[in-house]
C-alpha cells in the first residue's frame, strides 16, 4: 500500500488557484493535532502568497484582530509575494469602517467638544468634524505621500490604468490624427500622452482613494449598515460609530472579504494584476483564544448570510470551536479509514451540491507532515510572468503598430508600408530605391558631398516614388526622369560658386499612396530651418497628392510640380487652389480643349468626328483616389463634347467590358482618359471586338508607356493610337539645356529616362534657383526665410522676361493664388508601324494677364 499523501500537498491543492474559475475554500479545523501543527501546514506557503497569523492573545476585539489582519499595517496587506513584482491586497473598505469605529473613543473626542461624543449622526457639527478627518485620512494627497505600502499601492494603480488606456488612448489619437493634418506626426503620441495621462489620474482617485470600491457600502447584503443613497460619508462615518459593536463585527469581517475578492477578481476585459495571483490567500488561527474564535463565528455568520466566496483558505488549531454550521465528513464506508484528501474531496461535492459549507473537520491523527515535502510551487511565478508578459504586450504593441515602422526596419523620419520604406531620408540603403534609379541618386549623394559649405545652403526636397510594392514599374521611368532633371540643375548652378542646392529625398512610395506621410516628414525636416527652399515633384495626380499639398502649404512651402496636370490637384481649401503650388505643365482643362480641336478637324484617315461617335473611357477607383481622369474627361463639360457618352471602370475585366460596350453602340473614337497601366488592354479589345475603323485618342499620361510598348514591340499588331504629349518626342536636343541634361544622363549611365520629366523638373529647379538670385540681389541676412521669399519671388518669375528652359520659354502669372507655368505646349501624335507621327501642336497661355482662363490654339500638320 503506498503512503499517505503528505497533508501540506493537499494544502497546497487548495491553494493553487485554477485559471479561470475560482472555486470555494473551506475552513480546516484541525482537533487533536498537536500544537503548531496548523503553522506547520501553512510555513512552507507564507512567502509565496497573501499570509496572516496572529498572535495568540495578542488581541482584545475583533476590530483589533481585523485591524492586525488588514488594517494599515496588516499582516495580509504588507506581505508582498515575492519574485512575481504583484502588489499585496488592499483593503480600502476594511480601513474605513476600522476608522470609523475608532472614532467612536474618548481618546479621538476633540479638545473643548461642546456636544457628546460620539456625536449624533444628524449632528452637523459632528459631521463637520468629521468630514476634515476623512480628508486627513483618505483624501489623495495622504494614500500618495503615506506609508511606503501604499506609495507601492498609488504606482500598481498607476501601471495598472496605463496598461489599459495607453493602448487604447494610442489608437484613439492615431484615428483622431488621421483628419488633422496641422500637426506634426509626434501628434498622435502626444494627444495619446494626454488621454492615457487623464484616464490614469482618473483611475488613481478611483482607487487608490478607495472610491471605486465606496458604493459597495450603498449595495452591500446587511441593509441596516448600508449607506444611505446620498447620505455623506461623513454622517454615514457618524452612524457606523453609533452601531452596536456586533454588528461592526460583521461588517468588519464582510468588508475584509470583499476586499480580498476585489484583490483576486478577474476584471472582465481589462487587465488587472489579480489575473496574475496564482495563490489563495492563507489564514492561520487558534481557536484556543476566544477572539479568534469569535471571529470564525463571525466568519461563518457572513459566509451564510452573504454567500460570497472569499479567496482565503483558513486553518484552525486547539479545541475546536462551538457555533459553526459546517457539516463533519460522512464516516468512511466498512470503517474504512479516510484521507485528508479524501475528506477535501468530499467537502468539494458538498459545496457544489448544496452551496457554501465552511467547516472541514480534520483529526490530528489524519495529519502527516512528511520531511521530504517541497512545495512546487513554480507554476505559480511562471503564470505571474505571463501575466506581466501579456501586460506588456498590450502596453507596447498598439503604439508599436502605429509608430514602429519608425523605429524598426527604417531610418528616423521614414515607416514601413507595402513593403517599402517611405518618408524621409537621406540614406539610400535605408529607402532601398528601385535600381533604375539608383545611378541618377548615387550621382546626387556626390554632388551633395561636394557642396561649398563656405556657402549657403539652400535645401530642395524631391517628392515622388522611389520604390515600388509590385513589379510593375510604369512610375520609375517618370521618377528617373525628375530626378535626372533635379540633379542636372544643382549640379550646373553649384558649379557657380555661390549659394549651394542640396536635394533630399522624400520616397512616396507605389502609386504616391504616402505623399502626406512624406510631406509630413518635410515639413517636420523644415521647422525652424530657414534654409529650405521648397519642394518638387508631386507629379501624379491624386488625392495623396492633394493631401501633402495641403500640409505643405500650411508650412508656407513652395511646390513646384512637374506632370500633375490636374485642375483640381491644389484646391485642397473649400475648392480653393494652394497660393504654394507651382504647376510646370499644361493643365488638363488645356489638354480637354486640344482633344475638342483635334476631334472637331478630324483624327488621322477621318474627318470631324460627331460627339455622339466619341466615348470617353474614365478610370473611376474604388476609393476615389485617382483624379487625373476624371479631371480631363470633365475638362469636355462645357464643350461640344460634352454630349458624349461616358464610361466608367475600375479594373481591367470592367474597362475590357465598357469598350466592348461602347464600339458595339456605335462609337468611332474611344477617348481613353485613364493611366498607362491599362493601355495594353484598350488596344487589345479595340483590336479584337471593334470595328477597324475605330480609333483610340489618349491623354499625355500614356506618352512614356507608348514609347515602351513601341521600343520592346509589346504591342502585337501595333494598332493607331493617337495621344497628347506634353513634349516633343521627336527632339532629343532641342536646345541647349535639353542637351546639358541628356549629357548628364548618358555620364551617369542612367537606364530608362523620361524626357518630360527631365525637363519639367529642370524648369522647376530652375525656377527655384531663379528666384534665389532675387533674394540674393536684395542683400538678404540669415535669418530671412528661403521658402516663403522663393514663394513670393516666383509669382510673375519672368513676366519681365521669360525663363529659358528645357520645356521651352516660361514665366508665372502674378496671380496670387493659381501658378502654372505658361506658355506650354500640347504636340498632337499618331502611332504608325514606324513609331510616333506628328500631327500638330498646340500652345497654351493665358487670354490676358491675371485671366485665369487659358487660350489654346492648335495647328495640324
Not at 483624327?603 to 483616389?625: I, S, Y
Request: with cysteine; aromatic share 8%; hydrophobic share 40%.
Amino acid at each position: 500500500m503506498p503512503p499517505e499523501q503528505d497533508t501540506r500537498e493537499v494544502v497546497e491543492g487548495l491553494l493553487l488557484r485554477p485559471l479561470w474559475r475560482d472555486l470555494p475554500l473551506p475552513v480546516l479545523v484541525l482537533t487533536g493535532a498537536p500544537a503548531g501543527t496548523a503553522e506547520q501546514l501553512a510555513e512552507r506557503f507564507s512567502g509565496h502568497l497573501p499570509y496572516a497569523k496572529p498572535l495568540e492573545g495578542a488581541c482584545g476585539s475583533i476590530a483589533e484582530l481585523v485591524d492586525a489582519l488588514a488594517g494599515p499595517k496588516g499582516a495580509l496587506g504588507n506581505n508582498q509575494v515575492g519574485n512575481t513584482l504583484l502588489p499585496a491586497p488592499r483593503f480600502p473598505l476594511t480601513e474605513f469602517v476600522l476608522w470609523a469605529w475608532a472614532q467612536r473613543l474618548d481618546t479621538a473626542k476633540p479638545e473643548n467638544w461642546p456636544e457628546q461624543w460620539p456625536p449624533d449622526h444628524d449632528s452637523r457639527l459632528g459631521q463637520e468634524e468629521l468630514r476634515h478627518r476623512i480628508g486627513a485620512r483618505f483624501g489623495v494627497r495622504q494614500s500618495l505621500q503615506s506609508d511606503s505600502r501604499k506609495r507601492w499601492a498609488a504606482g500598481d494603480f498607476l501601471v495598472r490604468a496605463a496598461i489599459f488606456f495607453v493602448p487604447i488612448a494610442t489608437v484613439l489619437a492615431w484615428w483622431l490624427d488621421a483628419g488633422i493634418t496641422d500637426l506634426i506626426p509626434l501628434a498622435p503620441g502626444l494627444l495619446a500622452l494626454l488621454l492615457g495621462a487623464g484616464a490614469i489620474g482618473l483611475q488613481a482617485v478611483r482607487f487608490i482613494r478607495g472610491s471605486a470600491f465606496s458604493r459597495w457600502f450603498r449595495r452591500h447584503r446587511y441593509e441596516e449598515l448600508r449607506r444611505a443613497v446620498g447620505e455623506s460619508r461623513a454622517r454615514y462615518a457618524l452612524r457606523l460609530m453609533e452601531m452596536p459593536e456586533p454588528e461592526i463585527e460583521r461588517l468588519l469581517v464582510y468588508a475584509m472579504l470583499e476586499d480580498l475578492r476585489q484583490a483576486y477578481r478577474k476584471w472582465p476585459r481589462i487587465p488587472w494584476p489579480s489575473w496574475g495571483r496564482g495563490l489563495y490567500a492563507l489564514l492561520v488561527l487558534n481557536a484556543g483564544d476566544p477572539h479568534h474564535a469569535r471571529f470564525l463565528q463571525v466568519l461563518e455568520k457572513v459566509l451564510y448570510d452573504t454567500g460570497i466566496v472569499p479567496p482565503l483558505l483558513l486553518i484552525v488549531e486547539g479545541p475546536e470551536p462551538s457555533g459553526l454550521v459546517g457539516l463533519p465528513g460522512p464516516p468512511a464506508a466498512g470503517g474504512e479509514r479516510r484521507t485528508v484528501a479524501d475528506e477535501v474531496e468530499d467537502w468539494r461535492s458538498r459545496v457544489a451540491l448544496r452551496g457554501p459549507e465552511p467547516r472541514l473537520r480534520l483529526a490530528g491523527d489524519r495529519v502527516k507532515l512528511r520531511d521530504g515535502y517541497r512545495a512546487r510551487l513554480g507554476r505559480v511565478k511562471v503564470r505571474a510572468v505571463g501575466y506581466w508578459l501579456v501586460m506588456l504586450a498590450l502596453l507596447v504593441a498598439p503604439p508599436m503598430v502605429v509608430y514602429g515602422s519608425n523605429w524598426f526596419g527604417c531610418g528616423p523620419g521614414m515607416m514601413w508600408a507595402d513593403q517599402q520604406c517611405v518618408g524621409l531620408s537621406d540614406d539610400l540603403a535605408e529607402i532601398d530605391p528601385n535600381p533604375a534609379l539608383r545611378p541618377i541618386l548615387e550621382q546626387i549623394k556626390q554632388q551633395n558631398a561636394d557642396i561649398d559649405t563656405k556657402q549657403r545652403v539652400i535645401t530642395v526636397f524631391y517628392l515622388g516614388p522611389l520604390t515600388t510594392s509590385h513589379p510593375a514599374e510604369d512610375q520609375m521611368a517618370g521618377s528617373a526622369g525628375e530626378l535626372a532633371g533635379i540633379a542636372a540643375r544643382q549640379g550646373a548652378y553649384n558649379r557657380l560658386g555661390s549659394w549651394q542646392i542640396k536635394v533630399e529625398l522624400a520616397n512616396t512610395g507605389q502609386d504616391y499612396r504616402h505623399a502626406e506621410f512624406a510631406a509630413r516628414m518635410i515639413r517636420q525636416r523644415s521647422a525652424g530651418d530657414p534654409d529650405v527652399g521648397g519642394v518638387i515633384g508631386l507629379a501624379w495626380s491624386r488625392s495623396e497628392t492633394q493631401d501633402a499639398i495641403r500640409v505643405l502649404g500650411d508650412a508656407h512651402i513652395p511646390m513646384l510640380s512637374t506632370t500633375n496636370s490636374a485642375d483640381m490637384t491644389p484646391l485642397v481649401y473649400n475648392d480653393s487652389p494652394s497660393p504654394y503650388f507651382f504647376r510646370m505643365s499644361a493643365p488638363n482643362s488645356a489638354q480637354a480643349r486640344a482633344f475638342e480641336l483635334w476631334l472637331q478637324h478630324g483624327l488621322p484617315g477621318g474627318g470631324p468626328v460627331d460627339p455622339k461617335r466619341v466615348a470617353v473611357l474614365v478610370e473611376a477607383d474604388a476609393d476615389k483616389r485617382e483624379l487625373y481622369s476624371r479631371d480631363l474627361a470633365a475638362g469636355l463639360g462645357d464643350g461640344p463634347y460634352a454630349s458624349s457618352p461616358t464610361y466608367e471602370f475600375a479594373d481591367l475585366d470592367e474597362l475590357a467590358g465598357k469598350v466592348e460596350l461602347a464600339c458595339q453602340k456605335g462609337a468611332e473614337v474611344l477617348l481613353y482618359t485613364g493611366r498607362a497601366t491599362f493601355l495594353n488592354t484598350v488596344a487589345d479589345i479595340r483590336e479584337h471586338q471593334c470595328a477597324g475603323t475605330v480609333r483610340v485618342l489618349a491623354g499625355d499620361d500614356v506618352t512614356d508607356k507608348l514609347v515602351e510598348l513601341l521600343a520592346t514591340k509589346g504591342f502585337v499588331n501595333k494598332p493607331a493610337i493617337s495621344f497628347v504629349a506634353l513634349n516633343d518626342m521627336r527632339q532629343v536636343q532641342g536646345n541647349r539645356t535639353q542637351a546639358e541634361i541628356e549629357n548628364w544622363i548618358k555620364d551617369v549611365k542612367a537606364g530608362s529616362v523620361s524626357r518630360v520629366h527631365a525637363w519639367m523638373s529642370y524648369d522647376a529647379l530652375l525656377a527655384v534657383t531663379s528666384a534665389i538670385n532675387k533674394i540674393k540681389a536684395s542683400d538678404v541676412d540669415e535669418s530671412v526665410n528661403i521658402a516663403e521669399s522663393v514663394a513670393y519671388n516666383l509669382r510673375g518669375l519672368g513676366v519681365d522676361g521669360p525663363i529659358q528652359g528645357a520645356s521651352g520659354k516660361f514665366y508665372f502669372s502674378e496671380d496670387a493664388e493659381t501658378h502654372s507655368a505658361l506658355p506650354r505646349g500640347l504636340w498632337l501624335f499618331s502611332t504608325d508601324s514606324n513609331g510616333p507621327v506628328p500631327q500638330g501642336a498646340c500652345t497654351v497661355d493665358e487670354k490676358a494677364p491675371g485671366d485665369a482662363a487659358l487660350e489654346v490654339k492648335c495647328s495640324f500638320g
